[in-house]
């Protein structure tokens, strides 16, 4: 009998024959050897993403994964990815699991973006279940965020009630989130004017800036300028812009999705040698950005199954090469994507399982 793809025992058998540098990918019941990375009929990363959704795995407690609150939902959302791509369904208990722990509460805190990450989660959790409390979940949450809309800056939403700073993330979320509502509604048009509402006022923000990459919020209801342009600004931005592209059939917006996505590509700073990189690195980045990176190429593949793009599949490809290879411990993997390895966490393993999966072939 052949061992099942997500078998723990297999994967680490696997992650300790890889230490050469060699990934093995089953054709029937043997192993193929080859290199991550290799394209034109090779086989994709399935087996190295089954690896990382493992130890992923390893960090998920009783309801949750163990670590911050909107984390849990990345990490949830880059398995709920996995399995989408791979035809898994390993840890599919974990959705129920985590939904019955939480769903009294709404899922709801003091920020809004924190919601946005789990309305996303929910909404993810229903295009692989098809299970409808799923999707009911992430419109409540989105219903909770419209609260967050108000006049101060001209419109958008705040990122926290305590209404101090109005930022891209939350607003970006909120845009991704409205269109793929919309999507996923038949007949819907109120999800569809606030995406609409979202992106005039985001578009004239300021936030969006001439160089085609987004700067992390509002100071005095101008655009920081200074600020960082972390990934995961960029990425939320290019996936909701296709989402509204879908809704709107407004190949314009996918064109702008593009031109962030370009500027991410081709930049020394966020791309040095081809590999992504986040703004803060080569420092440890704290709690929160080692996330980032995942959530930019999760989208960059949203962009690239719309309107496929070589040189995006070459970047995934060589990014998710650089992690398997250079920032990786075992079946545990780090923030510097190009080395060195500092240490394996939840974030840093949910980042580095989204970009692995980008490169699940469609038959894995």
């Known amino acids: 009998m052949c061992p099942a793809r997500h078998d723990r025992r297999w994967l680490t058998r696997v992650v300790a024959a890889t230490a050469t540098g060699l990934a093995f990918t089953l054709g029937g019941c043997d192993a193929v050897a080859h290199r991550p990375g290799m394209t034109s009929g090779t086989p994709g990363f399935a087996v190295e993403a089954g690896a990382a959704a493992s130890r992923l795995q390893s960090w998920y407690g009783v309801r949750k994964y163990r670590t911050r609150w909107w984390q849990s939902a990345t990490s949830l959302e880059a398995a709920i990815e996995y399995m989408r791509a791979s035809g898994s369904r390993a840890y599919i208990s974990d959705l129920d699991r985590t939904y019955q722990a939480f769903h009294r509460g709404g899922f709801l805190n003091r920020y809004y973006d924190d919601e946005g990450w789990w309305a996303l989660a929910w909404i993810a959790a229903y295009q692989l279940t098809r299970d409808g409390h799923f999707l009911r979940q992430a419109k409540d949450i989105f219903a909770n965020m419209t609260t967050g809309w108000d006049s101060t800056c001209g419109g958008g939403i705040w990122w926290s009630k305590r209404r101090t700073y109005k930022n891209a993330i939350a607003n970006e979320l909120f845009l991704d989130i409205a269109a793929r509502l919309h999507n996923l509604t038949p007949g819907d048009r109120a999800y569809l004017t606030w995406a609409d509402r979202e992106w005039t006022w985001f578009a004239a923000s300021g936030m969006l800036t001439g160089s085609h990459l987004v700067v992390d919020g509002l100071a005095g209801c101008r655009a920081k300028l200074g600020s960082p342009t972390w990934t995961y600004n960029q990425g939320i931005l290019i996936g909701g812009l296709a989402e509204l592209s879908d809704a709107t059939h407004d190949a314009s917006l996918l064109g702008t999705a593009r031109a962030t996505a370009n500027a991410v590509i081709n930049s020394s700073k966020l791309s040095p040698r081809g590999i992504l990189r986040e703004p803060c690195e080569p420092s440890s980045c704290g709690r929160d950005a080692p996330t980032f990176k995942g959530i930019f190429i ?56 989204d970009v692995l999966t980008t490169q699940i072939a469609p038959d894995a």
Not at 307 to 317: F, H, K, Q, T, V
Not at 318 to 330: E, I, L, T
Request: charged content about 30%.
């Open 298 to 353: 999760e989208n960059l593949k949203l962009i690239d199954e719309r309107a496929p793009n070589a040189n995006y599949e070459d970047y995934m490809r060589r990014n998710a090469a650089a992690v398997w290879r250079s920032d990786r411990r075992g079946d545990g993997f780090g923030l510097h994507w190009d080395g060195p390895f500092d240490h394996a966490d939840t974030a840093r393993q949910a980042a580095a399982l």
